[in-house]
């Protein structure tokens, strides 16, 4: 269903989705039947094994980005994420270590959730190069989502104006020329894609939107995600707090992703958003 949502490309890419499971399957050697995961918002997710052991077959539509997701897995090399078993950028698969028991983390603990951002918050400069430049500036990493929240925006007009996403952006970028720090940042850390792991704790998952750029941005996503629970200014703090930031700076974040997010986010996590935006 959300392959046929996105119209033509996606009943064409749809037709490419068997074939290329089964060229995957006899190439990495891995273990039939598969089966679908539940979740996969933007990706096709598979549950797979190869020598009897659990992984995952991730399939990446055109639509969405490859490179980031792999060049951010392979800086990480399993430490704070997914292992990287196998990729094949021409099918634009990925194969991962399947984390267990990979329950959302939804708990308030930020202490756990600081440590984790810290983990995987690597320095450029200590990381292969070509892995960096398969990374975008965070400049296009706000150009990105806000783009994404333009189209959402055409199709839910109800969510607000796009003269609201325009001065997010202009003010996102602002904070992105004035970061004090370069670091390869997630881009999309909230609860959905924090999971629990019983060997690393925490892992995140889903880069997709990985950049390099200022990590403040990270915390303020995972504040905003929990923005039905507690103020998201509450939580920002904290995180800076507990990372050693300027707290300012990840409030500044905060309040814009969570404007953005409005035009993003499930409906009843953008209603709570919207009290909290105009309180």
């Known amino acids: 269903d959300r392959l046929l949502s996105r119209g033509a490309a996606g009943r064409e890419y749809a037709k490419t989705v068997a074939p290329t499971v089964a060229v995957l399957a006899h190439e990495w050697l891995l273990d ?17 094994s190869r020598n009897g052991e659990p992984c995952v077959l991730k399939l990446v539509p055109p639509w969405m980005s490859y490179e980031q997701e792999r060049a951010a897995l392979t800086a990480w090399a399993g430490n704070g994420s997914p ?17 267990a028991p990979g329950e959302r983390f939804s708990d308030i603990d930020h202490e ?28 296009q990493a706000v150009a990105q989502r806000c783009a994404t929240a333009r189209q959402a925006l055409l199709d839910m007009p109800d969510r607000g104006t796009e003269a609201e996403i325009t001065v997010a952006e202009r003010r996102m970028y602002d904070l992105v020329s004035s970061r004090p720090s370069d670091r390869v940042v997630h881009g999309d850390f909230q609860v959905r894609n924090i ?61 814009e992703l969570a404007v953005v997010e409005c035009f993003m986010g499930k409906s009843s996590r953008v209603k709570n958003l919207r009290n909290w935006l105009e309180a």
């Open 83 to 99: 292992d990287l078993l196998e990729s094949d950028p021409d099918r634009r698969a990925l194969l991962l270590s399947f984390i």
């Open 112 to 139: 756990r959730v600081t440590r984790l951002a810290q983990q995987i918050h690597l320095d450029p400069n200590r990381i292969d190069s070509g892995i960096v430049a398969a990374l975008p500036s965070q400049e």
């Open 32 to 48: 039939e039947p598969f089966r679908f995961f539940d979740g996969g918002i933007f990706s096709l997710v598979l549950a797979a």
């Open 195 to 255: 999971l629990t792991c019983e060997r690393q704790q925490l892992v995140a998952i889903d880069p997709a939107w990985a950049c390099i750029g200022d990590p403040a941005m990270d915390l303020a996503m995972w504040a905003v995600s929990h923005g039905h629970a507690v103020d998201p200014f509450e939580i920002a703090a904290e995180c800076a707090r507990l990372y050693d930031l300027d707290p300012d700076r990840v409030r500044r974040w905060t309040r």
